[in-house]
């Protein structure tokens, strides 16, 4: 048992930027709570295992993975399963690995301090699983960033649009956005502390509706960019349905809310996207998308899209097809179809064989890496502020990313590495489809 005095633990993530940064503030509640993080399980007393349910057989995954923590049981140690996985298994998991003794989905976790309170008196089952209707964020002051210049703030947890193929829905609860002040206050600490990169994140992230109704999201976006010590202020993920032109008029006009928009598209059939439950059309999609290529800046746009939904004909397919040349895409996360439990897609015919989505992939990938190629090299010969994240010693690169979050390898002349998290002014001399390599003109 963890016993007050040695109280440690280690915690694995999994999933996307919302779990990572979940898990960097469960991390500041643990050491306020007097826990120290150590880098191995075997010198752990509590093991937390942030879990995601997005890829496939991801429950399994986590059976598997709980399975292997069973041969440590012995050592007294105490086991924590949070995460998307937790909420939708809840208590199946105590039957499943009886050694676990807490249960939580991310809409519990403002109750953590009581939680580890009750773990720290030796209970054996608690769950955190009942909070998925709160209208109270998860907000915290003791957050343990992992990254000293960039870091996240969440404005908005939950989703309330029920895509047809999405568990979100379900384990992350409904919407829920928190107040412009303690957005702001949030941002001001961290400009305070030193960063200049600031990421606002929400499932969709502009769906942010502030409860003190002070600010809508692009006000937000300019009173964070607005405040000293603020280079970058970037947002994930937004969905086009609440995707407002004031946006694009707050990138257009600030330099430093950055020149990129992810905007899931999922699909560019409106037949498939009503049948995924979207709520917008192919139409008012590409609404959104003139906006941004008519803006004066050139506002780099990366998507999501699902091939092989069931019920996608070779048609709706194509449909998707053309939509990477009329946006332009600079990046495209794309996956086959497959279903989640206890999404109501589960239930539609999963029509489509494995053989014709894994070919509609590869031609939809093949086609954009191409495009990529094309669309990367309007960079070339440009000057641009790149943001030092890395170097590699090898081949005497610099790693940075730019302000439409391209990778930037470039090299100096100069005899001193600019540090990390400091901004050079690099020029473009050569462009592939993923990155830039460039040179450095001078640091900032
Ligand atoms: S918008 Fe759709 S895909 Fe995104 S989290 Fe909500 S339900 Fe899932």
């Known amino acids: 048992m963890n016993s007050p005095a040695n109280r440690t633990f280690y915690i694995e993530t999994f999933g996307c930027q919302m779990n990572a940064h979940d898990s960097e503030k469960v991390i500041g509640t643990l050491e306020h709570e007097g826990y120290r993080r150590v880098e191995t399980e075997e010198d752990a007393g509590l093991i937390l295992y942030n879990t995601c349910s997005i890829r496939d057989k991801a429950e399994q995954k986590v059976f598997h993975r709980l399975n292997e923590y069973k041969r440590m049981q012995g050592e007294g140690k105490q086991f924590a399963v949070l995460g998307c996985v937790a909420q939708q298994e809840g208590e199946k998991i105590f039957e499943?690995?009886?050694?676990?003794?807490?249960?939580?989905?991310?809409?519990?976790?403002?109750?953590?301090?009581?939680?580890?309170?009750?773990?720290?008196?030796?209970e054996q089952r608690i769950t955190g699983l009942d909070d998925r209707q709160t209208d109270e964020t998860f907000d915290t002051e003791f957050t343990a960033r992992s990254n000293p210049h960039r870091g996240y703030i969440t404005i908005i947890e939950?989703?309330?649009?029920?895509?047809?193929?999405?568990?979100?829905?379900?384990?992350?609860?409904?919407?829920?956005?928190?107040?412009?002040?303690?957005?702001?206050?949030?941002a001001r600490r961290m400009a305070d502390q030193g960063y200049t990169d600031i990421q606002l994140l929400g499932q969709n992230v502009n769906s942010y509706r502030d409860p003190s109704l002070r600010m809508s999201f692009a006000e937000v976006l300019a009173a964070v960019a607005a405040l000293p010590g603020i280079r970058r202020v970037r947002f994930t993920t937004s969905h086009p349905r609440d995707f407002t032109r004031d946006i694009v008029e707050a990138i257009d006009t600030i330099p430093?809310?950055?020149?990129?928009?992810?905007l899931p598209v999922q699909s560019g059939s409106s037949a498939v996207l009503k049948a995924m439950q979207r709520e917008y059309t192919r139409e008012w999609?590409?609404?959104?998308i003139s906006w941004i290529k008519n803006a004066t800046r050139d506002i780099s746009m990366t998507?999501?899209?699902?091939?092989?939904?069931?019920?996608?004909?070779?048609d709706d397919f194509e449909q998707t097809m053309s939509l990477?040349?009329?946006?332009?895409?600079?990046?495209?996360?794309a996956f086959a179809y497959s279903p989640r439990p206890n999404t109501p897609a589960i239930t539609m015919e999963d029509s489509i064989p494995e053989e014709v989505k894994s070919e509609r992939l590869q031609r939809l990938l093949t086609a954009q890496r191409e495009r990529q190629r094309v669309s990367y090299s309007r960079h070339?010969?440009?000057?641009?502020d790149v943001m030092v994240e890395g170097y590699n010693r090898q081949r005497g690169q610099i790693t940075g990313r730019s302000s439409q979050n391209k990778t930037v390898n470039f090299t100096t002349t100069q005899p001193i590495l600019p540090a990390l998290g400091s901004y050079c002014q690099v020029r473009v001399t050569a462009t592939y489809p993923n990155s830039l390599v460039?040179?450095?003109?001078?640091?900032?």
């Open 256 to 262: 430093a809310i950055c020149d990129h928009v992810h």
């Open 380 to 384: 070339q010969g440009q000057i641009m």
């Open 158 to 186: 939950g989703c309330d649009k029920f895509c047809s193929y999405c568990v979100v829905p379900y384990t992350r609860g409904k919407e829920r956005s928190r107040t412009s002040e303690s957005i702001l206050a949030e």
């Open 324 to 333: 990477l040349d009329v946006a332009g895409y600079d990046a495209v996360y």
């Open 303 to 314: 998507t999501d899209i699902i091939v092989g939904f069931p019920g996608e004909t070779d």
């Open 438 to 444: 460039a040179e450095a003109v001078s640091v900032r």
């Open 285 to 288: 999609y590409l609404e959104r």
């Open 96 to 122: 499943r690995a009886p050694y676990v003794s807490l249960v939580s989905g991310s809409a519990s976790y403002r109750n953590l301090p009581q939680m580890l309170d009750r773990l720290q008196a030796g």
